[in-house]
């Protein structure tokens, strides 16, 4: 790394890039402009590096943005690689690889010195930048006041119009990534921008009618996960009998400008991980997540959010709608084995909800799949290894799983996909287990952690919202997912009387609960006088009937109580008591995917039954509480007739006996017995200003997944670092 690091500190001592940034003009025909471009380089992707390539451009730019209203220095640049850019398709055809690579010089240069630019000053004080001439110091004039359009326009056109091969690559490569650059003056504002002069190019002008070109390549760059060509390869290559005149002059101008770079320096390797990623895959995604994001635009919505919400199977020969001029077809098939292959990232995963929730056309062909099994599974490791991930992905994850379950074609199918030896799912071994019952097992478990680590009031909202859409429709429900549905709930009916205990008894040092209960009154508000310090379960069903006229009246008195004793009414409440409210609600979601599951599917769901006789005692005491009495009327219902019936078969049945019963009482069971409830169907909508979520979030990946791009991180003023 030595050589490498000690090369990128002395590029500010570099002739040609002090001449650059220097006091003299450089006309766009100077010879200059070829030994400049003539360097091997191949981008240094480990921190410490870029740090170091970051730091030496600074030190370069510091000079260009004092002497570039002089010289127009950087509008010349500008201009050569746009001269050059004109002949890289036919470049590309002839297999010239000289041109291809001092194009591709050309644009890191303006890269780089770009996004210094972007980090230090105003998009006014840019766009000023760019309209500098030479031809007099100071001076600018029109001919130039759209550099800015026509070096986005080009760069758009290099993207959707070079074909990519290995001597195109990096070219391309770095195109994708100068737009990301472009774009990110975002992160040095904390607030989202709604006005941008370069969204306003970008929205507009020339730029508008290669959006669905891009969108579209941007897609297939994902799709195809082309691997980086070995380095070196955009290097015109010496041939074996000494080359030509040309590829001496720039050897030796490259020797004499910038040392060859190499990954890792002399002698190492990159890692496996390194040598399998797909940079331009990744880059191409994360320019295609911020374009989708940028905000609408006063006068028009965003184009490329149009395009990604409007585009179809190639397979889909319906004609486009005439309202959306950004429509275009892709292969669905190929995007969806790219989305289940690459599920790991979070930008993948940000990809797939976007499609999903915005795209009528991939939400209907991913339903239809009949290997929906390639695509939930990744999602429901994401979920599983939730203490691995930050919060963000696992939304996200979440969300795709709500809309999914939003279609009842989808929770009835999920049943009948069969899974063998799930290796991850490390709680039990599961070697047969259908999808729908490892998605249960899964969302319980995340529920689980929430309530016990993160507290997220959103997390465990849609955890159960995504259990509710498929309580109807639960089929043959493996015994640990059945075991596990109930299970869970006793977990929280015990922590409800646990929790009732310590907010209405905080003080309480008597040992008998009969003297507690003989001074009672109907109104319940004694309550808060008695010392009782624990409620024996046998007594719950005697405290939720006294709690039943005056509840929440009781429950504000205990909370003013508390705070009293607390000191202060300003005091937070202990966790117990801020608990109250959210098991509750767990409690009644959870007794609701019971019953539905019970009154629409029972005779499917023997295992469910068993497991709910097993806990019986427990439910039984909740019968009588008032915010659960009306949906335990079907549980206590199911429970009576089936305890019944195991009653008359004798004592001691086993396991196989007692499924049996079940299965049998299940048809004889009379259905217009059961209570009908409104079906429990969830949707998920977007929050008003999803934006203020959804912008800090892509930056944040691009930040910390793009490839070759460094940022100082006290520059960063869109999220915090802990964020990031």
Same mark, same amino acid.
């Given at each position: 790394m030595g050589a490498n690091s000690s090369s990128i500190s002395e590029l500010p001592e570099n002739e040609y890039l002090k001449k650059l940034s220097g006091a003299e003009p450089i006309s766009e025909n100077d010879p200059f402009w070829n030994q400049l471009l003539s360097f091997s380089f191949t981008t240094p992707t480990n921190s410490a590096d870029l740090k170091l390539l970051e730091e030496?451009?600074?030190?370069?730019?510091?000079?260009?943005?004092?002497? &570039?209203? =002089?010289?127009?220095?950087?509008?010349?640049?500008? $201009?050569?690689?746009?001269?050059?850019t004109k002949e890289l398709k036919i470049s590309a055809e002839c297999q010239n690889h000289l041109f291809i690579w001092q194009a591709h010089n050309a644009l890191f240069i303006i890269c780089c010195?770009? $996004?210094?630019?972007?980090?230090?000053?105003?998009?006014?004080e840019l766009q000023l930048h760019f309209t500098y001439e030479d031809k007099a110091p100071g001076s600018y004039g029109t001919d130039c006041e759209d550099l800015i359009e026509e070096l986005?326009?080009?760069?758009? =056109?290099?993207?959707v119009e070079i074909p990519l091969l290995d001597i195109t690559y990096s070219i391309s490569l770095e195109a994708v990534t100068t737009l990301i650059v472009f774009l990110s003056c975002q992160l040095f504002h904390k607030e989202i921008l709604r006005e941008s002069i370069i969204h306003k190019y970008l929205m507009h002008g020339r730029c508008l009618p290669y959006t669905s070109r891009l969108v579209k390549t941007l897609l297939y760059n994902f799709i195809r996960q082309e691997r980086s060509p070995p380095p070196g390869t955009h290097v015109f290559q010496q041939q074996t009998d000494g080359g030509g005149l040309l590829y001496g002059i720039a050897s030796g101008v490259a020797t004499g400008l910038w040392t060859v770079f190499t990954l890792g320096g002399v002698g190492s390797k990159a890692t496996p991980q390194l040598e399998q990623c797909s940079p331009l895959a990744n880059q191409s995604l994360l320019l295609l997540l911020v374009l989708a994001?940028?905000? *609408?635009?006063?006068d028009t919505p965003n184009p490329y959010r149009q395009a990604i919400m409007s585009f179809k199977n190639t397979q889909d020969s319906t004609a486009f709608s005439s309202s959306n001029p950004h429509a275009f077809q892709i292969n669905f098939n190929s995007l969806y084995t790219a989305l289940c292959e690459q599920q790991k990232s979070d930008q993948a995963t940000l990809l797939l909800y976007m499609l999903l929730h915005q795209n009528g056309n991939v939400r209907t062909y991913v339903l239809a799949r009949t290997d929906i099994e390639n695509l939930v599974l990744p999602i429901l490791e994401i979920l599983y290894h939730v203490e691995e991930r930050n919060s963000h992905h696992v939304y996200m994850?979440?969300?795709?799983?709500?809309?999914?379950?939003?279609? *009842?074609?989808?929770?009835?199918?999920?049943?009948?996909?069969?899974? $063998? &030896?799930?290796t991850w799912y490390a709680e039990r071994v599961l070697t047969e287990i259908s999808l729908g019952s490892l998605l249960i097992l899964v969302v319980i478990r995340t529920i689980q952690y929430n309530m016990t680590r993160t507290r997220d009031k959103y997390l465990h909202t849609n955890c159960l919202a995504a259990l509710a859409n498929m309580s109807a429709q639960f089929r043959s429900l493996h015994q640990y997912a059945a075991q596990r549905i109930i299970s869970y709930t006793c977990r929280h009916l015990r922590r409800y009387v646990y929790v009732l205990d310590k907010l209405y008894f905080p003080h309480s040092h008597c040992s008998t609960l009969q003297h507690c209960f003989s001074t009672l009154s109907d109104n319940g508000e004694e309550l808060l006088s008695l010392t009782c310090s624990h409620i024996l379960r046998s007594y719950a069903s005697s405290l939720f009937s006294l709690l039943s006229k005056k509840h929440n009246k009781v429950l504000e008195q205990a909370t003013q109580s508390l705070r009293g004793s607390l000191g202060s009414n300003d005091s937070p409440l202990p966790d117990y008591a801020q608990d109250l409210n959210v098991i509750e609600e767990v409690i009644r979601m959870m007794l609701e995917i019971i019953n539905s599951c019970l009154t629409n599917s029972l005779h499917h769901n023997p295992n469910l039954v068993y497991a709910l006789l097993y806990k019986r005692d427990l439910f039984e005491q909740f019968r009588t509480h008032p915010s659960f009495q009306d949906i335990m009327?079907?549980? *206590?219902?199911?429970?009576?007739?089936?305890?019944?019936?195991?009653? =008359?078969?004798?004592?001691?049945l086993s396991v196989e006996r007692v499924l049996e019963i079940i299965k049998q009482g299940a048809v004889a069971l009379p259905k217009d017995r059961l209570r009908k409830f409104p079906e429990l169907k969830f949707k998920y909508v977007e929050e008003e200003q999803p934006e203020e979520f959804f912008i800090p979030y892509v930056w944040s990946l691009v930040y910390n997944s793009a490839v070759a791009l460094y940022w100082n991180p006290h520059d960063i003023q869109l999220f915090t670092m802990d964020s990031g």
């Amino acid at each position: 790394m030595g050589a490498n690091s000690s090369s990128i500190s002395e590029l500010p001592e570099n002739e040609y890039l002090k001449k650059l940034s220097g006091a003299e003009p450089i006309s766009e025909n100077d010879p200059f402009w070829n030994q400049l471009l003539s360097f091997s380089f191949t981008t240094p992707t480990n921190s410490a590096d870029l740090k170091l390539l970051e730091e030496a451009t600074i030190s370069v730019c510091k000079s260009l943005v004092e002497k &570039n209203p =002089q010289t127009g220095n950087l509008g010349s640049l500008i $201009k050569v690689f746009l001269s050059r850019t004109k002949e890289l398709k036919i470049s590309a055809e002839c297999q010239n690889h000289l041109f291809i690579w001092q194009a591709h010089n050309a644009l890191f240069i303006i890269c780089c010195l770009l $996004k210094v630019f972007i980090s230090r000053m105003s998009e006014e004080e840019l766009q000023l930048h760019f309209t500098y001439e030479d031809k007099a110091p100071g001076s600018y004039g029109t001919d130039c006041e759209d550099l800015i359009e026509e070096l986005l326009c080009c760069l758009i =056109q290099l993207i959707v119009e070079i074909p990519l091969l290995d001597i195109t690559y990096s070219i391309s490569l770095e195109a994708v990534t100068t737009l990301i650059v472009f774009l990110s003056c975002q992160l040095f504002h904390k607030e989202i921008l709604r006005e941008s002069i370069i969204h306003k190019y970008l929205m507009h002008g020339r730029c508008l009618p290669y959006t669905s070109r891009l969108v579209k390549t941007l897609l297939y760059n994902f799709i195809r996960q082309e691997r980086s060509p070995p380095p070196g390869t955009h290097v015109f290559q010496q041939q074996t009998d000494g080359g030509g005149l040309l590829y001496g002059i720039a050897s030796g101008v490259a020797t004499g400008l910038w040392t060859v770079f190499t990954l890792g320096g002399v002698g190492s390797k990159a890692t496996p991980q390194l040598e399998q990623c797909s940079p331009l895959a990744n880059q191409s995604l994360l320019l295609l997540l911020v374009l989708a994001n940028l905000t *609408d635009a006063p006068d028009t919505p965003n184009p490329y959010r149009q395009a990604i919400m409007s585009f179809k199977n190639t397979q889909d020969s319906t004609a486009f709608s005439s309202s959306n001029p950004h429509a275009f077809q892709i292969n669905f098939n190929s995007l969806y084995t790219a989305l289940c292959e690459q599920q790991k990232s979070d930008q993948a995963t940000l990809l797939l909800y976007m499609l999903l929730h915005q795209n009528g056309n991939v939400r209907t062909y991913v339903l239809a799949r009949t290997d929906i099994e390639n695509l939930v599974l990744p999602i429901l490791e994401i979920l599983y290894h939730v203490e691995e991930r930050n919060s963000h992905h696992v939304y996200m994850a979440l969300i795709i799983l709500l809309i999914l379950t939003e279609d *009842d074609g989808f929770n009835r199918s999920i049943h009948e996909v069969i899974l $063998k &030896n799930i290796t991850w799912y490390a709680e039990r071994v599961l070697t047969e287990i259908s999808l729908g019952s490892l998605l249960i097992l899964v969302v319980i478990r995340t529920i689980q952690y929430n309530m016990t680590r993160t507290r997220d009031k959103y997390l465990h909202t849609n955890c159960l919202a995504a259990l509710a859409n498929m309580s109807a429709q639960f089929r043959s429900l493996h015994q640990y997912a059945a075991q596990r549905i109930i299970s869970y709930t006793c977990r929280h009916l015990r922590r409800y009387v646990y929790v009732l205990d310590k907010l209405y008894f905080p003080h309480s040092h008597c040992s008998t609960l009969q003297h507690c209960f003989s001074t009672l009154s109907d109104n319940g508000e004694e309550l808060l006088s008695l010392t009782c310090s624990h409620i024996l379960r046998s007594y719950a069903s005697s405290l939720f009937s006294l709690l039943s006229k005056k509840h929440n009246k009781v429950l504000e008195q205990a909370t003013q109580s508390l705070r009293g004793s607390l000191g202060s009414n300003d005091s937070p409440l202990p966790d117990y008591a801020q608990d109250l409210n959210v098991i509750e609600e767990v409690i009644r979601m959870m007794l609701e995917i019971i019953n539905s599951c019970l009154t629409n599917s029972l005779h499917h769901n023997p295992n469910l039954v068993y497991a709910l006789l097993y806990k019986r005692d427990l439910f039984e005491q909740f019968r009588t509480h008032p915010s659960f009495q009306d949906i335990m009327q079907n549980i *206590d219902l199911v429970i009576s007739f089936f305890s019944s019936r195991l009653e =008359q078969a004798g004592a001691e049945l086993s396991v196989e006996r007692v499924l049996e019963i079940i299965k049998q009482g299940a048809v004889a069971l009379p259905k217009d017995r059961l209570r009908k409830f409104p079906e429990l169907k969830f949707k998920y909508v977007e929050e008003e200003q999803p934006e203020e979520f959804f912008i800090p979030y892509v930056w944040s990946l691009v930040y910390n997944s793009a490839v070759a791009l460094y940022w100082n991180p006290h520059d960063i003023q869109l999220f915090t670092m802990d964020s990031g």
